[in-house]
């Protein structure tokens, strides 16, 4: 079964992740969750997500202590916005 809509693709050949103040054990499973996580925002998002030589997508504030899936998700979205064109 298809939506008809093609699977959207972000190659990422760099990733830098500041988790500075964020737990070892923590930082870890956001980027374990990242992944998934982008795939679950370009599968949502609007637009398709363009080629960029470079995407900053800026800081977000966090707990000390985060859900590690919940600042995952933050991440992609921002991620997947500014790759979309969507801010």
Excluded: C, F, K, Y
């Excluded at 964020?22 to 499973?29: D, F, L, N, S």
């Amino acid at each position: 079964m298809s939506t008809g809509r093609p699977r959207q693709r972000l190659h990422i050949e760099r990733l830098d992740l500041d988790l500075r103040g964020i737990a070892p054990e923590t930082a870890q499973a956001i980027a374990n969750a990242l992944g998934p996580a982008l795939a679950r925002q370009l599968a949502q998002a609007p637009r398709s997500a363009q080629p960029a030589p470079h995407v900053d997508a800026g800081r977000l504030t966090s707990a000390a202590s985060p859900d590690p899936a919940a600042l995952a998700g933050r991440i992609a979205r921002r991620i997947v916005a500014r790759s979309t064109g969507e801010t």
